[in-house]
């Protein structure tokens, strides 16, 4: 089992920056994909960027550009840094891990973009 700890969400005025921080940890052997994924409610969790263990990325259209994925694999940790943040990147943002044989989850913290 995998054990996901989030920190770094919180609320900012339209154009502000956030970083979002995830560390991993329990039988973290195998761990071959970290990523993030955001939520709002009534509507399907989404992918918002991932990072392969030997560094390929994968980016939502509509984060390119303004968000980097960052990952340090001897630490187990994955960071997201959200520039030029929008009203519609309020979510509630979720660490995934993936190993050959299952997923993981991180609890989710919150992103509200607002003025």
């Known amino acids: 089992q995998v054990r996901l700890v989030e920190s770094g969400g919180g609320s900012v005025h339209p154009g502000g920056s956030l970083r979002l921080s995830c560390a991993a940890s329990?039988?973290?052997?195998?761990?071959?994909?970290m990523g993030w994924y955001r939520q709002v409610p009534g509507k399907q969790r989404e992918l918002v960027a991932t990072?392969?263990?030997?560094?390929?990325?994968n980016y939502a259209d509509s984060v390119k550009g303004r968000f980097t994925i960052s990952r340090d694999n001897a630490k187990n940790t994955v960071d997201l840094q959200m520039n030029a943040l929008k009203p519609e990147d309020t979510a509630v943002y979720y660490c995934?891990?993936?190993?050959?044989?299952?997923?993981?989850w991180g609890q989710g913290t919150q992103v509200t973009v607002s003025s």
């Open positions: 995934k891990t993936n190993t050959p044989w299952s997923s993981s």
């Open positions: 990072m392969t263990t030997g560094g390929n990325t």
């Open positions: 329990g039988s973290i052997g195998g761990i071959n994909l």
